[in-house]
């Protein structure tokens, strides 16, 4: 034993010398670059800067850990990160504030809040998509952000049983702690809140790196990452440990909540800003959702430059939101592509489910063709008529929800078939509408010229964003797309940046052809919805072209598409500029029908509404991306009130429980239904329709007949084994279930 001990241990230290080498350099060098970077060029900051940089970056660590911690849990990216804090940060505001208890009593009793959250939302909602697909756990936490804050939107002012238990609070209330420290360093002022966050973050972090690295629980929560299948097998309880990690994720969060309203505030309704979640998704980028050392210190890291930048003199914030999309955008080039996808990562594209061609032994037959017809003729008609029982603001909105199908479209070519997801759709989506808008109304040009260079620029600049993807599996795409979302409106459609190439605040609908007036509501609503089935049945043909079937091959099995002799990288980058074109096409005709371009519609939460209305409508399906545009847009702009949020939160998860493969799926079972009735009724057998269960059986059964009556003539004839052999193709051609073609 001891020689083979040695001699591993000699191995070892041969082989891990190197990397070691490698390892420590790799930590070496962006430090020394964001050292650097703060204190000589090109942000030179004092000292006092650079440690408040720590403490927010410090605080962007705890989100960007529990973030990776889920990840590795659930294979999915955690968009209720930050929100998972925010129900019992405000508890805590309230409790303290409002009603006046203790600070310490008010942070205790947040905290146990926090780990009701976490236990909740894992045991109610994560676990119920425990074998769904890993694309709607990640929309799943979308409803679960939204529910999240809908619920600390209301707490202040809470009524059970007509009595208020809560108040109301400020906009941004502060929580002062209740000891008083104040010290300087430089030309920089510490609070007693900034030294509660030098404290809590390290003892944080630490105690979580020392429960994963030597308690039994951390064993197995690192066990589960791995080969969470393999793990339920031997015995080790995976959704307890889940359960476990949700529970520290919403802990972190909370700590992070906390620290900032100690700090700068809690702005109700929005705990974590889009520019803080992004950094912690970038910081986790950067550790590849893995590291967790590696994340912490590019949380840090982050934190640093943020603040260096913020003093700079003539620093604004978007400047800020541009490097963090620099950032992100180069540790997904720099980061080495992985070798292999984990357990969790295979089940991915499950969800999309393309809705089958009716099998042609049904396609003729009249109550199916007619059935058909008068389905696309109703839906053509109520769209057709829809003007006349709409008001003009109706029919304003109207336009909108065609948009925004255009917009489900471009989704459903990317991610739907692609496989490659994109949180950032919107930004695509503006910048069509800052180059249509600006040729139209700066240089006069004719809105289809505007619409043609408008769709060839978003499709140059999404091929740009999405190269990347074609290095990094995974969910890593969706991060670099929500950072592109946010520079996309803070920066690049911010008048202060881009006055004279931007459009004006008022924009006029131009004559199309200088000949057709498009300016009413009614006129323009046709024109967008001509649009609308242009692009839908463009994206029709591309699915049946051998482009399209070669990104479903290029979704299903990479490896196995490049065998065949596809070239896996072109075609992908094909797939992102068709969808970046759609959604810029989409943002021309959205900038003239808002008749003039703003930065909101743009804002990176809208991108994530876009991409839950595709999931909710069906990913594989075109008439799904229509349908989820109805629903979700529909419902936000034609239901009144509280009725509006069967779109979002509570209703898209309602909607994920019911159909995980989207309404569209639903719709086509329920079409599949219906053939199979007709099929019974018609006495037809279409295995295709009945999973071919029912040819399973009849072939089974004849083949055990046939089987019997063989046994029988071998038993009777002297030579059994030829009579037997002689029976079997007999009985094979006798049986319908071989000889009915199938389709």
Avoid at 256 to 270: N, S
Avoid at 317 to 334: E, H
Avoid at 422 to 434: N, P, R, T
């Amino acid at each position: 034993m001891e020689p083979a001990t040695s001699g591993k241990a000699t191995v070892a230290g041969r082989l891990t010398a190197p990397a070691s080498s490698r390892q420590l350099l790799a930590w070496a060098i962006p430090i020394a670059v964001v050292a650097f970077a703060s204190l000589v060029w090109p942000f030179p900051a004092p000292i006092g800067i650079v440690l408040f940089g720590v403490l927010e970056g410090g605080r962007i660590a705890l989100l960007a850990i529990g973030i990776a911690l889920v990840y590795r849990a659930n294979r999915v990216i955690n968009f209720a990160a930050g929100d998972l804090g925010q129900v019992p940060g405000v508890l805590a505001l309230l409790l303290v504030l409002d009603l006046g208890w203790n600070y310490y009593i008010g942070a205790v009793v947040g905290l146990i809040a926090a780990i009701v959250v976490g236990v909740l939302v894992e045991t109610l909602i994560i676990r119920r998509f425990f074998k769904a697909p890993r694309l709607i756990l990640t929309v799943a936490t979308i409803g679960v952000s939204q529910l999240l804050t809908v619920i600390a939107l209301r707490m202040p002012g809470w009524n059970i049983f007509g009595e208020q238990i809560f108040g109301t609070l400020d906009f941004q209330p502060t929580l002062t702690p209740p000891f008083h420290i104040d010290f300087g360093l430089g030309q920089q002022v510490f609070h007693a809140n900034d030294v509660l966050t030098l404290v809590l973050v390290p003892l944080c972090l630490g105690g979580l790196a020392l429960f994963l690295r030597h308690s039994s629980v951390g064993y197995g929560i690192r066990a589960a990452a791995e080969r969470a299948d393999r793990a339920s097998t031997l015995g080790v309880p995976v959704k307890r440990l889940h359960t476990i990690v949700w529970v520290i994720a919403a802990v972190l969060s909370y700590v992070a909540v906390f620290l900032q309203a100690g700090g700068v505030g809690l702005p109700i309704g929005m705990v974590v800003s889009p520019t803080l979640l992004i950094a912690a998704l970038g910081a986790a980028v950067v550790g590849r959702f893995e590291r967790l050392p590696t994340i912490t210190f590019a949380a840090i890291g982050i934190g640093i430059l943020d603040q260096v930048m913020t003093f700079q003199p003539n620093n604004k914030p978007a400047y800020n939101d541009l490097m963090l999309f620099a950032v992100v955008l180069v540790a997904l080039l720099l980061t080495r592509r992985p070798s292999f996808t984990r357990s969790g990562e295979v089940s991915t594209w499950q969800a999309v489910r393309e809705s089958r061609p009716i099998p042609p032994e049904l396609a003729q037959l009249p109550e199916v063709k007619y059935a058909n017809w008068a389905l696309g003729a109703i839906v053509v008609l109520f769209l057709v008529t829809l003007p006349l029982w709409l008001s003009e603001a109706q029919i304003n909105l109207a336009s909108v929800v065609i948009i925004f199908a255009i917009i489900g479209i471009s989704l459903v070519v990317l991610t739907g078939w692609a496989g490659q997801v994109s949180l950032g759709q919107m930004a695509f989506a503006g910048v069509g509408a800052a180059v249509g808008g600006a040729l139209t109304a700066n240089h006069g040009w004719d809105l289809s010229l505007a619409l043609l260079v408008g769709g060839v620029i978003g499709a140059v600049i999404a091929v740009i964003i999405g190269y990347p993807a074609i290095r990094r599996r995974g969910f890593t795409l969706a991060v670099s797309t929500l950072a592109f979302a946010l520079v996309m409106s803070e920066y690049f459609l911010n008048r202060n940046y881009f006055e004279s190439l931007l459009p004006g605040i008022r924009i006029e609908r131009p004559d199309l052809f200088g000949v057709i007036d498009i300016h009413t509501e009614t006129r323009y609503y046709f024109f967008c919805l001509v649009c609308l089935a242009l692009m839908y049945f463009c994206a029709k043909g591309i699915r049946k072209s051998r482009t399209g079937r070669a990104l479903v091959a290029i979704r299903e099995n990479e490896n196995a598409a490049r065998a065949y002799g596809i070239n896996a990288t072109r075609t992908t980058m094909a797939a992102f500029a068709i969808s970046g074109f759609m959604a810029a096409f989409a943002g021309v005709l959205f900038v003239h029908q808002q008749s003039g371009l703003g930065s909101a519609p743009f804002l990176p939460v809208e991108s994530l509404t876009a991409f839950a209305m595709v999931v909710i409508g069906g990913l594989g399906s075109l008439a799904g991306a229509l349908i989820g545009a109805f629903y979700v847009r529909g419902a936000e702009y034609f239901l009144p009130g509280n009725w509006a949020l069967l779109a979002t939160s509570l209703g898209l998860l309602l909607v994920l429980f019911v159909a995980p493969g989207g309404v569209g799926a639903a719709l086509a079972d329920a079409r599949d239904a219906y053939l199979r009735w007709v099929a019974n009724r018609r006495g037809i057998l279409v295995p295709s329709l009945v999973a071919d269960r029912r040819a399973d059986d009849d072939h089974a059964l004849s083949t055990a007949e046939s089987s019997v009556a063989a046994s029988a003539n071998a038993a009777a004839s002297p030579n059994g084994s030829a009579a037997a052999a002689d029976a079997a193709p007999v009985a094979a051609a006798d049986d319908p279930a071989v000889t009915e073609p199938t389709t």
